[in-house]
């Protein structure tokens, strides 16, 4: 039984139910094997075990190698619901070899076996083992091991006739009854008059049978009490340290007279006894009611138990038909129950969108780079936007060569010229502009006005009224230089745009000067980063959005806020989340059928929903035309509350690592009932609660655990790095027809004439 024996250590709920006990031992009642087996190979038992020491509390179950793993550990998350188990190959509980100096002791019935014990307790019965590590030093231990294996009928039959050879004032055991011919006997049938006290003995004797049949109910174990106090390595004078191992041991066997009603336990100290305990040998033992032995051996009753490591948060399986990874799915993770089935969210369904919280460092990043990855093999287009630089670093390493040609990489820490998305640049004047508007003011929100948003407004109309490739870099010389003004505002038709810049021009320069300074300052400060001046106005677009979401695409934006500063990493991450919803919303031109599954990956996704949509219809729209959207963020306080309503309502999976005990309340109610907000408080790293959209409809939550990454792969961050940077180069094509209607009519890009003036 020991070969191929594992131990589970069992970390208990919050609030321990005193009935997962009896409901535990009553399931593993089915361990008892056919009657040949049980000849041929023996009947395998268990081994609780609590393990203390001076800071720790251990509660483990010993499972032998006959018995299926995954069984034991099923049986007692469904006793306990909440509790955890994590199973390891089986070893000693105490260690046997020299210098060791150790008190041990085994607990057996002192009365006849047929008789119980007491089982009823208002409060938890092992409170002074558990509760207190009795003054233990460092180098000590306290193991207590309650041994037990499920019987038959035939035992307990036993049990019943030797109660009754007692009652019978006979004895018990063949050895007893042949003295008892030696001896004289005492029947009250033999008496003429009734003894004094007769009728009490009598009612006695009625109590201890109701006790006897009532033990014989149900199911039964046969079992023993073990227990050892060990010292390991103290210098300390040999005889203080047995005096005190003794005294602890005296402790633990005290403990244990709680137990006392019509039986109670007698210490005994047999042979090698700390060997057996070591082995977990069993060989005959006691007769124990379910009831008994679930008083004997149970996790603690008490919310605080010194040193005693509890679950953080219950393991919840996932609902009938949820996905397996596959080509059409984005992976999350395997199922922490039993089993640990591997667990993903449909492609389909994820049209619903996901919100994913988590605080940094409970494997968030992980998660969205298996998705990320898995979108990419699959063919999906996407578009990740990462503040923080590491995500994208893990995708480079690890993504397949193959795909280095759909790879579009604006990185701002790369020393390379990044790929061009110009702002200004499509088909959709005012949408563009819109976009962009609202944007800047959302970014500087603390320091805009209404007067600011009409000269960022009327510049960017005024630009994209020109001919050739409109340019960011173009607005501050719009508003400071009168020259290049006056040639681009007699090119404009639109007489409100004629009469702002007539206003405009009717200012003075210190008026103008005053009126343009909010925004000039705000230009100045995000277009002086070479890298923004390169990737946003740079010249006409080198990224093809439309064609990179429909084709499979991989656009990664690396923003740091080391390399550009907070705001400035938040416009371009915007001015990207903008691109891609024109983009998407372009796709309203074809069928349903032919719009092929796209993703808008968005980290810290609360700085870059800047667009002037309100977030539910873009939500709302957004499943239509298939653009999957992955919402991730840390804690709710970093969303504004039309934000916050907007993601809680429309981002219909819910993916949530561990979150402050503020935040769980709020999200809880997703969860529930199936996970609660301590649940939600107490996730581990790398462990997550879904609330998934399965088949269109929400489904109940359940927890899993996210896998690691892929280790990366040598020199793949290079290689995919080379070929984006040529994917990044325009179309000799495009260039050319871009060039020549510039030098045709656009006023930017004329030449002084040699007196100075332009032609």
């Given at each position: 039984m020991a070969s191929n024996a594992h131990v589970v250590q069992i970390l208990p709920p919050p609030v321990a139910d005193p009935a997962g006990a009896l409901a535990l031992w009553s399931h593993l009642i089915g361990l008892l094997r056919p009657a040949w087996r049980r000849f041929l190979l023996g009947q395998p038992h268990l081994a609780w075990e609590y393990v203390l020491s001076r800071d720790t509390a251990r509660i483990q179950l010993w499972v032998p190698g006959g018995i299926p793993q995954g069984m034991i550990e099923r049986a007692v998350e469904a006793a306990w619901p909440g509790a955890r188990t994590r199973t390891a190959p089986a070893t000693p509980p105490v260690r046997t070899a020299s210098p060791l100096e150790s008190a041990t002791g085994e607990l057996r019935l002192a009365r006849n076996e047929g008789l119980p014990i007491r089982t009823d307790f208002a409060t938890d019965p092992l409170r002074a083992l558990l509760g207190a590590p009795f003054g233990l030093d460092r180098c000590e231990q306290v193991v207590v091991q309650v041994l037990a294996r499920p019987t038959t009928g035939r035992r307990r039959r036993k049990a019943r006739r030797s109660a009754r050879q007692v009652h019978a004032q006979g004895s018990a055991t063949p050895a007893s009854r042949l003295l008892d011919l030696f001896t004289p006997s005492t029947r009250s049938s033999d008496l003429r008059a009734p003894l004094p006290g007769q009728h009490q003995s009598s009612l006695e004797t009625s109590v201890q049978d109701r006790a006897i049949v009532t033990k014989q109910r149900g199911g039964a174990y046969e079992g023993r009490i073990r227990y050892a106090v060990t010292d390991l390595h103290s210098q300390e004078n040999r005889t203080d340290i047995r005096a005190r191992l003794r005294g602890h041991a005296h402790a633990v066997a005290g403990v244990y007279s709680i137990y006392t009603d019509h039986n109670y336990f007698r210490r005994k100290r047999p042979r090698r006894l700390l060997r057996s305990l070591s082995e977990r040998r069993l060989g005959q033992g006691d007769l124990w009611s379910v009831a008994e032995l679930s008083a004997l051996a149970h996790l603690p009753w008490d919310a605080a138990v010194p040193g005693l490591q509890r679950a953080g948060a219950r393991a919840v399986s996932p609902p009938p038909g949820i996905a397996s990874p596959g080509p059409s799915t984005k992976p999350i993770g395997l199922s922490d129950t039993a089993g640990h089935q591997s667990?993903?969210?449909?492609?389909?369904?994820?049209?619903?969108?996901?919100?994913?919280?988590?605080?940094?460092?409970?494997?968030?990043?992980?998660?969205?780079?298996?998705?990320?990855?898995?979108?990419?093999?699959?063919?999906?287009?996407?578009?990740?936007?990462?503040?923080?630089?590491?995500?994208?670093?893990?995708?480079?390493?690890?993504?397949?060569?193959?795909?280095?040609?759909?790879?579009?990489?604006?990185?701002?820490?790369?020393?390379?010229?990044?790929?061009?998305?110009?702002?200004?640049?499509?088909?959709?004047?005012?949408?563009?502009?819109?976009?962009?508007?609202?944007?800047?003011?959302?970014?500087?929100?603390?320091?805009?006005?209404?007067?600011?948003?009409?000269?960022?407004?009327?510049?960017?109309?005024?630009?994209?009224?020109?001919?050739?490739?409109?340019?960011?870099?173009?607005?501050?010389?719009?508003?400071?230089?009168?020259?290049?003004?006056?040639?681009?505002?007699?090119?404009?038709?639109?007489?409100?745009?004629?009469?702002?810049?007539?206003?405009?021009?009717?200012?003075?320069?210190?008026?103008?000067?005053?009126?343009?300074?909010?925004?000039?300052?705000?230009?100045?400060?995000?277009?002086?980063?070479?890298?923004?001046?390169?990737?946003?106005?740079?010249?006409?677009?080198?990224?093809?959005?439309?064609?990179?979401?429909?084709?499979?695409?991989?656009?990664?934006?690396?923003?740091?806020?080391?390399?550009?500063?907070?705001?400035?990493?938040?416009?371009?991450?915007?001015?990207?989340?903008?691109?891609?919803?024109?983009?998407?919303?372009?796709?309203?031109?074809?069928?349903?059928?032919?719009?092929?599954?796209?993703?808008?990956?968005?980290?810290?996704?609360?700085?870059?929903?800047?667009?002037?949509?309100?977030?539910?219809?873009?939500?709302?729209?957004?499943?239509?035309?298939?653009?999957?959207?992955?919402?991730?963020?840390?804690?709710?306080?970093?969303?504004?509350?039309?934000?916050?309503?907007?993601?809680?309502?429309?981002?219909?999976?819910?993916?949530?690592?561990?979150?402050?005990?503020?935040?769980?309340?709020?999200?809880?109610?997703?969860?529930?009932?199936?996970?609660?907000?301590?649940?939600?408080?107490?996730?581990?790293?790398?462990?997550?609660?879904?609330?998934?959209?399965?088949?269109?409809?929400?489904?109940?939550?359940?927890?899993?655990?996210?896998?690691?990454?892929?280790?990366?792969?040598?020199?793949?961050?290079?290689?995919?790095?080379?070929?984006?940077?040529?994917?990044?180069?325009?179309?000799?094509?495009?260039?050319?027809?871009?060039?020549?209607?510039?030098?045709?009519?656009?006023?930017?890009?004329?030449?002084?004439?040699?007196?100075?003036?332009?032609?």
């Amino acid at each position: 039984m020991a070969s191929n024996a594992h131990v589970v250590q069992i970390l208990p709920p919050p609030v321990a139910d005193p009935a997962g006990a009896l409901a535990l031992w009553s399931h593993l009642i089915g361990l008892l094997r056919p009657a040949w087996r049980r000849f041929l190979l023996g009947q395998p038992h268990l081994a609780w075990e609590y393990v203390l020491s001076r800071d720790t509390a251990r509660i483990q179950l010993w499972v032998p190698g006959g018995i299926p793993q995954g069984m034991i550990e099923r049986a007692v998350e469904a006793a306990w619901p909440g509790a955890r188990t994590r199973t390891a190959p089986a070893t000693p509980p105490v260690r046997t070899a020299s210098p060791l100096e150790s008190a041990t002791g085994e607990l057996r019935l002192a009365r006849n076996e047929g008789l119980p014990i007491r089982t009823d307790f208002a409060t938890d019965p092992l409170r002074a083992l558990l509760g207190a590590p009795f003054g233990l030093d460092r180098c000590e231990q306290v193991v207590v091991q309650v041994l037990a294996r499920p019987t038959t009928g035939r035992r307990r039959r036993k049990a019943r006739r030797s109660a009754r050879q007692v009652h019978a004032q006979g004895s018990a055991t063949p050895a007893s009854r042949l003295l008892d011919l030696f001896t004289p006997s005492t029947r009250s049938s033999d008496l003429r008059a009734p003894l004094p006290g007769q009728h009490q003995s009598s009612l006695e004797t009625s109590v201890q049978d109701r006790a006897i049949v009532t033990k014989q109910r149900g199911g039964a174990y046969e079992g023993r009490i073990r227990y050892a106090v060990t010292d390991l390595h103290s210098q300390e004078n040999r005889t203080d340290i047995r005096a005190r191992l003794r005294g602890h041991a005296h402790a633990v066997a005290g403990v244990y007279s709680i137990y006392t009603d019509h039986n109670y336990f007698r210490r005994k100290r047999p042979r090698r006894l700390l060997r057996s305990l070591s082995e977990r040998r069993l060989g005959q033992g006691d007769l124990w009611s379910v009831a008994e032995l679930s008083a004997l051996a149970h996790l603690p009753w008490d919310a605080a138990v010194p040193g005693l490591q509890r679950a953080g948060a219950r393991a919840v399986s996932p609902p009938p038909g949820i996905a397996s990874p596959g080509p059409s799915t984005k992976p999350i993770g395997l199922s922490d129950t039993a089993g640990h089935q591997s667990v993903a969210l449909q492609t389909a369904d994820a049209r619903h969108h996901i919100h994913l919280l988590g605080a940094t460092g409970s494997g968030k990043s992980h998660l969205l780079a298996h998705m990320i990855l898995a979108d990419a093999d699959a063919g999906r287009g996407q578009v990740v936007i990462d503040p923080k630089g590491d995500l994208v670093v893990d995708v480079l390493t690890r993504l397949p060569e193959h795909l280095g040609d759909k790879v579009v990489l604006l990185d701002a820490d790369s020393r390379s010229h990044p790929p061009i998305l110009n702002p200004l640049d499509g088909d959709n004047t005012a949408r563009t502009v819109d976009n962009l508007v609202s944007i800047f003011s959302r970014v500087y929100a603390a320091s805009w006005g209404p007067r600011t948003d009409d000269i960022l407004r009327a510049g960017l109309l005024t630009l994209r009224a020109l001919p050739g490739t409109p340019l960011l870099t173009d607005l501050p010389k719009l508003l400071s230089n009168e020259v290049f003004r006056h040639r681009a505002t007699a090119q404009i038709d639109d007489e409100i745009l004629r009469g702002f810049w007539s206003w405009y021009d009717d200012l003075s320069t210190a008026a103008r000067a005053h009126v343009t300074a909010p925004l000039m300052n705000k230009l100045r400060g995000f277009l002086l980063r070479p890298f923004v001046r390169e990737a946003l106005s740079g010249g006409p677009s080198t990224i093809d959005m439309d064609h990179l979401l429909d084709d499979g695409g991989v656009c990664l934006v690396r923003i740091t806020r080391g390399a550009l500063g907070p705001e400035t990493a938040h416009l371009i991450g915007s001015v990207v989340v903008a691109r891609t919803w024109l983009s998407a919303t372009r796709r309203a031109r074809l069928p349903q059928a032919q719009r092929r599954d796209a993703s808008l990956y968005i980290d810290e996704a609360h700085h870059f929903l800047n667009l002037p949509y309100p977030l539910e219809d873009m939500l709302a729209e957004a499943r239509g035309y298939r653009l999957s959207m992955v919402l991730a963020h840390q804690y709710l306080r970093q969303l504004p509350k039309e934000l916050e309503e907007g993601i809680s309502a429309n981002a219909r999976t819910k993916i949530f690592f561990n979150s402050s005990p503020e935040d769980a309340r709020v999200l809880a109610q997703h969860t529930e009932p199936r996970l609660t907000a301590h649940d939600l408080s107490n996730l581990d790293a790398f462990h997550v609660a879904v609330r998934p959209v399965l088949n269109g409809t929400e489904a109940p939550a359940f927890t899993a655990v996210t896998m690691p990454l892929p280790p990366p792969i040598p020199g793949r961050a290079r290689h995919i790095r080379a070929a984006a940077r040529r994917n990044a180069r325009p179309t000799v094509t495009r260039a050319a027809e871009r060039q020549t209607e510039a030098q045709s009519s656009d006023p930017r890009r004329a030449r002084p004439s040699p007196g100075g003036e332009l032609p």
